[in-house]
C-alpha cells in the first residue's frame, strides 16, 4: 500500500500518514507519542500561534479518522493485536460490542486446556510463533498469555453452558441464586463478553432484554406483596434492593405484566416493631439522652433521634407510661 498524506482535521500545523505517524508540516518530522495506561500511543498537540487550545492524540484513532469513516457505536481495533502499529492497513473499524470482547485477553481465545498446553509445549522448545500458528492466534497474544500468570476462571465451562440452558428455563432471578453470581455477571456471560471461549447458547443483545424475574415470578410476588409481604422481605429473598420491588409492584418496571398495585395497597416495611419503638420512646422519657438510648437498643443516634420528634413513620403514636 502506498503511503498516503493528508492534513490534519484540527487545521494546525500537522500531516497524518497512512504509514501510522503524524509529521509536522514545516519540516516533516513525526511526532513523539508514547503509550498511556492502556498501551495506546497518544500525544498532546496545541499550537498557539494558530489559537489551538491543548488537546489529546490518539494516533490510532487519529489515522482511521482521516481515511476512513468511524460511524456511532464503532470503534477501531488492531488486525495483528500490535497496540502500536497504527499503520492504517492493520486498522479495523468494527462495533464496539465486538472491541469489547476481545479486549485485553487475547488468550482467552484459547479454551484453558489448550493454554495449558501451549504453556508445556514452549517449557519444551517451542517457539512463540510455532504456538501462534499452532492456535490461530498472534505471537503478541502468545507472549501475554505465557508472561502473564493465568487467573483460573470461576466456572467451568460446562457450568457455563449449563447456565445458559438454565436461563431460559428458569430465569434470570433463579441463575442468580443458584450460580451465586450478579446480574451483571449474568449479562456479560449470557452475551458472550465473558467466557467468549464458550460460543454455546450466547443469545445477542438486541434480541434480549435480559429481565430479571419471569412474568409469572412477577405475578406471585405482586400475590404475595398483597397477602401483607413487606418489600424488604421480597428484596432480602431475591437479593435485590427495595427500590427494584417497589418499581416492580407499582407497574413502573414490567408493565406488560397485569395486576400492577396501587400506592395504596403498597405494603410499608417498618424497621422496628411496636414494642420496640414503644421501649425507645419510654427511655426517651426517662431523660435519657439520645446516644445513651441508641447504646441500649443497639440503634444507630440519627434513627432514634427521628423517633423522638415523629420524623419517621412508625407503627402507631406509642405515647410513653407516665
Not at 488468550?107 to 510455532?130: D, F
Request: aromatic share 8%.
Amino acid at each position: 500500500m502506498t503511503e498516503q498524506i493528508v492534513p490534519h482535521d484540527s487545521g494546525g500545523p500537522w500531516l497524518v500518514s497512512s504509514k501510522g505517524i503524524v509529521l509536522r508540516s514545516r519540516n516533516y518530522r513525526p511526532l513523539k507519542f508514547l503509550p498511556n495506561n492502556c498501551g495506546y500511543l497518544m500525544t498532546v498537540l496545541k499550537c498557539d500561534r494558530l489559537g489551538i487550545k491543548p488537546f489529546g492524540c490518539v494516533l490510532h484513532r487519529t489515522v482511521a479518522r482521516h481515511f476512513s469513516t468511524i460511524p456511532k457505536g464503532y470503534g477501531v481495533s488492531f488486525k495483528n493485536g500490535n497496540k502500536r502499529d497504527c499503520r492504517f492497513e492493520n486498522l479495523e473499524i468494527i462495533p464496539m460490542s465486538e472491541i469489547r470482547s476481545r479486549s485485553g485477553r487475547n488468550h482467552h481465545k484459547m479454551s484453558l486446556e489448550q493454554r495449558n498446553e501451549a504453556r508445556r509445549l514452549h517449557k519444551c522448545g517451542v517457539s512463540r510463533r510455532e504456538l501462534a500458528a499452532r492456535y490461530g492466534v498472534n505471537a503478541i497474544a502468545i507472549r501475554n498469555m505465557l508472561e502473564r500468570p493465568d487467573s483460573n476462571p470461576k466456572y467451568s465451562n460446562a457450568q457455563i453452558i449449563q447456565m445458559r440452558k438454565d436461563y431460559h428455563s428458569i430465569g434470570a432471578a433463579e441463575c442468580c441464586k443458584v450460580y451465586k453470581i450478579s446480574m451483571n455477571n449474568l449479562r456479560k456471560i449470557m452475551f458472550g463478553l465473558n467466557y467468549a471461549w464458550v460460543p454455546e447458547g450466547i443469545i445477542e443483545p438486541l434480541d434480549a432484554c435480559m429481565a430479571y424475574w419471569t412474568d409469572n415470578q412477577v405475578l406471585r410476588i405482586r400475590c404475595e406483596a398483597r397477602a401483607g409481604k413487606n418489600t424488604s422481605q421480597i428484596a432480602k429473598e431475591w437479593n435485590v434492593c427495595s427500590t427494584t420491588v417497589r418499581k416492580m409492584l407499582l407497574g413502573q418496571t414490567y408493565k406488560h405484566v397485569d395486576n400492577p398495585l396501587e400506592l395504596s395497597e403498597l405494603p410499608t416495611a417498618y424497621r422496628h416493631s411496636r414494642d420496640d419503638v414503644k421501649r425507645i420512646k419510654e427511655l426517651l422519657f426517662e431523660g435519657l439522652a439520645v446516644p445513651e438510648v441508641a447504646r441500649t437498643v443497639g440503634e444507630s443516634t440519627n434513627y432514634v433521634r427521628k423517633i423522638k420528634h415523629n420524623l419517621i413513620k412508625v407503627w402507631v403514636d406509642v405515647e410513653p407510661r407516665l
